[in-house]
């Protein structure tokens, strides 16, 4: 391995971006697997600082053009709509 090897500013986001993905899908477990109330408080609060930090990476990524998410198609939104409106109904 290279140790003069440096990553560009991409890459550094992409990664940070990955990680705040994973981060917050642990946080979100641990926090619906919570017996007490407080520290369920606690992982939610945490939760939400994640979530935070992963919008202001996903953010600067869109300001410099790196990170573009295509629009949703009608179709597959009236689509999940009416899959969580059939859930909605059975519940």
């Given at each position: 391995m290279n140790t003069n090897q440096s990553f560009t500013d991409k890459e550094i986001?992409?990664?940070v971006l990955?990680?705040?993905?994973?981060?917050?899908?642990?946080?979100?477990?641990?926090s619906n697997e919570c017996v007490n109330k407080q520290l369920q408080t606690?992982?939610?609060?945490?939760?939400?600082?994640?979530?935070?930090?992963?919008?202001?990476?996903?953010?600067?990524?869109q300001k410099r053009g790196?990170?573009?998410?295509?629009?949703a198609q009608a179709q597959m939104i009236n689509e999940t709509k009416t899959k969580f409106e059939n859930i909605a109904t059975q519940l």
């Open positions: 986001l992409d990664d990955s990680s705040q993905k994973h981060i917050t899908d642990v946080y979100n477990t641990y606690d992982m939610l609060n945490i939760l939400k600082e994640e979530h935070t930090i992963q919008f202001t990476v996903f953010e600067e990524m790196w990170y573009s998410p295509g629009a």
